[in-house]
């Protein structure tokens, strides 16, 4: 089977990305496309982000996390440390994310390193979800092979009947990314696009901007 998408076209004339108008720190004007995207975008998911690691092989894989915080401390997601991702950081911390928001015809791209933040940090995030949530982190072995769906409804029925409080896992918790590159995209028409980077010093960030 052959599909040609060649055709695919759209134009994009929501923003501009000008220099004069730049703040001095990106962690500012990434909050501030944020708040943009609040109060007029579209998404779904305005935190969804998709996160790229590599294996010891150096073999990229990519997948959709969810931000649920950041400040200029970092970027900060949740997962299980024992999953494909998890054991990626363990062999190399360097990390990419990217935010796409159509709506606005923005991206973002981040590179930086990333650490765990506390067990303490991890428990309250973790007592903050919802049940269903709880036991979705208690019962999953992440990236594992299971034999069925019904294995984990199995599982989760015994774990749920007790209807107990329930305790974070020692092998799930939260990621903070430490950015050290931000790549802001606008879209542009004639798909002459405005491309801002952002690269840290040791003591300042500084930026340039990239041909489209």
């Known amino acids: 089977m052959s599909r040609d998408l060649s055709n695919y076209r759209d134009k994009y004339l929501k923003g501009e990305l000008i220099e004069k108008n730049l703040p001095k720190d990106p962690f500012d004007l990434f909050n501030n496309w944020f708040e943009d995207l609040e109060k007029y975008g579209n998404e779904r998911e305005n935190n969804a982000m998709s996160l790229s690691t590599v ?3 150096n073999v990229p894989t990519t997948r959709v996390v969810l931000l649920k915080q950041f400040s200029k401390k970092g970027f900060i997601f949740y997962t299980n440390y024992s999953s494909r991702k998890g054991n990626h950081i363990k062999n190399n911390p360097n990390v990419c994310v990217s935010f796409y928001w159509p709506s606005m015809e923005r991206q973002v ?5 990333v650490i765990e933040i506390s067990k303490i ?3 309250k995030y973790f007592n903050s979800r919802p049940r269903s949530s709880q036991l979705g982190a208690i019962i999953s072995n992440q990236s594992e092979i299971i034999p069925s769906r019904k ?3 199995d599982k989760l029925s015994k774990i749920d009947s007790n209807n107990n409080d ?3 896992p020692s092998n799930w918790g939260g990621y903070i ?4 590159l931000f790549e802001f995209w606008q879209g ?3 798909r002459l696009h405005d491309r801002i980077i952002f690269s840290k010093s040791k003591t300042k960030w500084t930026h340039k901007r990239l041909s489209p």
């Open 55 to 57: 294996n010891e092989k």
């Open 109 to 113: 791209i981040i590179n930086g390193k």
């Open 121 to 123: 940090e991890s428990d």
């Open 151 to 153: 294995y984990l409804e």
């Open 166 to 168: 329930l305790t974070r």
């Open 177 to 180: 990314i430490k950015p050290e």
């Open 188 to 190: 542009r028409d004639s």
